[in-house]
């Protein structure tokens, strides 16, 4: 039980809650436009139906994703695609809506289509997840850690989506920090990959340093992006 309590822990699972609270917000779209045409009287059961098969499924991916996290250069592949997200989280394209979520006035024809949703919207979540679970320091524990972590987001996502999302808007450096934050686990992902071990020293300062070198690069290539964005949008009118 006491290894529950170390920081390693808790620090990894308030990775995993931020990452899903700041990867959600689509997530929460499309269970709004999923369930849009329920009667009022089931919608909350579409969005909750919804969202636990959605978990279930994550918890599945997941798994799967620690897994092959354990191939060789795959971690690093992995730490490329977070660079990614985090990038794209910094530079959201304005255009990006979700008209082609059909909404159901069945309740489990929307379920369906949260579920069906959330599987071809999860990669950016998944890829996460599995590498801030890797940050806890003990590799029994990750997948208790997934499911914890998951479990603990499921209020805040399906209740607290819509304040956090106006928080957002509010205080835009939430967004940094979570693109940030996507750079870190990248960095420390390398690190530990099957492949490179024998190359990168395994001590705690080359953890540090390498998340912190993550966690600038995403947020060096957002601000070149969103520099370079009112250029090629007056080239393009």
């Known amino acids: 039980m006491e290894e529950f309590l170390t920081a390693h822990f808790w620090f990894a699972v308030g990775q ?20 849009r045409q329920l009667p009022a009287h089931q919608r909350t059961k579409g969005i909750l139906w919804g969202t636990a098969g959605a978990i279930v499924l994550r918890v ?11 191939i060789p250069f ?38 369906k289509t949260v579920i069906i949703a959330d599987l071809v919207m999860s990669i950016d979540n998944v890829i996460a997840i599995a590498g801030a679970a890797q940050t806890s320091g003990n590799a029994d524990h990750q997948m208790p850690l997934v499911i914890f972590g998951l479990l603990v987001s499921i209020p805040i996502i399906v209740w607290g989506s819509q304040l956090v999302l106006k928080l957002m808007d509010r205080f835009p450096i939430i967004i940094t920090v979570g693109g940030m934050l996507l750079g870190w686990i ?19 300062a080359w953890g540090y340093g390498l998340g912190v070198a993550g966690a600038l690069l995403v947020l060096a290539l957002g601000k070149i992006i969103l520099a370079r964005r009112p250029a090629q949008d007056e080239a393009s009118s």
């Open 16 to 35: 995993i809650i931020m990452i899903d609270i700041l990867l959600g917000g689509d997530n929460a779209v499309v269970i709004a436009l999923a369930c």
């Open 60 to 70: 599945i991916l997941i798994f799967f994703a620690l897994t092959l996290l354990a």
């Open 74 to 111: 795959l971690k690093f592949v992995g730490a490329v695609l977070l660079i990614w997200i985090g990038v794209k989280l910094l530079t959201p394209d304005e255009d990006e809506d979700h008209g082609n979520i059909q909404g159901s006035d069945k309740l489990w024809g929307a379920v």
């Open 186 to 204: 990248a960095g420390t992902m390398v690190q530990t990959d099957p492949g490179l071990v024998a190359y990168i020293p395994q001590d705690k």
